[in-house]
């Protein structure tokens, strides 16, 4: 059994109806139990919570300083190609555009690792556009050797692999994985995906587990918050990674929680996600999934950021450039436009600010570096 049964067992549920239903006698009976259910998360993502977002707030912060302390972890994306076989309808990097795609050698990307590592970022997220013939396992795998001599966890962001393939990578030095599904309702994502190998849901849906079970330390996941009912698809990014947390414990399970930001297209999603929304979203994560981490990126604004560190957040970005070289090379197209431009030092004095503690460095890649 994968998420994808999971799934398939909601098949005409009336969510819609449902989410209406909830009274605030429903949020106060979810508030008070010591461990939420799948109707309980329901609850929390319901309008009848939006009037006691300061309750659900107070309670997040008790449980993200009890599970965590008070430390936020620190890491930049790295994109290294922005060659891509897909056709989505929501991203910069999708084949129908006509730009100067970009690709790294290994001195290009030696380069950006020194220009990153300077900043004192030691955990990176390395990206990619997806396409197997521009950028390969065998071209990831020589970009982690060259990485790991700089940072001391390498995270990948790729188009989905196998088993097999990201065992290999982890050898080389990866130790965590991101993957979003976009969106979980089938109808949308097919209608956002229009060809490519990206258009395959479950391939998509299943590639999670795929590197729980290649054996990575951490997996990351979530859904494009605006690309279909916020409610909804908050509800089954939560779901997916409390099946993961289930099944995997051994494995650090981590929810992103992206909202729709201007690309190079002129694509604009049906489902606005306002900053209230947002807020909801975190607290009803962290309610739910108490030990899971969650992730605020830079497509956050500033004074949104800042607001919300000490209610949920786990980690964040800083010092981030979204276009391939961007950090050593400028130029470049990129993915989608950030909102916090803020470099890494201004990150961590706003986070010293709120009485938090910066983390650089919480884990060292196991493999030996090569004479």
Known sequence: MSFYDKIQSWEGFPFPQRLQGYSDADVWRALSKPKLDAEDLLVLLSPAADRHLEEMAQQAQRITQSQFGNVIQLFTPMYVSDYCVNHCEYCSFSSIYDFPRKKLDMQEVE??????????????????????????????????????????????????????????LAAAGVDSLTVFQEVYHRETYAKLHIKGPKRNYRNRLDAPERGCAAGYRAVNIGALLGLYDWRQEAFFAAMHADYLQTKYPGCEISLSIPRFRPFLGDYEPDAQVTDRALVQ?????????????????????????????RLGVTKMSAGVSTAVGGHSQGGGTPQFQISDER???EIREMLYQ??????????????PTES
């Open 281 to 309: 979203v975190m607290l009803a994560y962290r309610l739910f999934l108490p030990r899971a981490g969650i992730t605020l990126s830079s497509r956050e604004p500033a004074r949104l950021r800042d607001r919300l560190v």
């Open 343 to 345: 470099s890494v030092a």
């Open 354 to 367: 709120n009485g938090l503690q910066p983390v650089f460095k919480d884990w060292d890649i196991l493999v």
């Open 111 to 168: 380069r950006e690792a020194e220009a990153i590592a300077a900043t004192g970022i030691r955990h990176i997220l390395l990206l990619t556009g997806e396409s197997r013939k521009d950028s390969p396992v065998e071209y990831l795998r020589d970009c982690v050797k060259v990485l790991r001599n700089y940072f001391s966890s390498i995270g990948i962001e790729v188009n989905p692999l196998s088993v097999s393939e990201y065992q290999e």
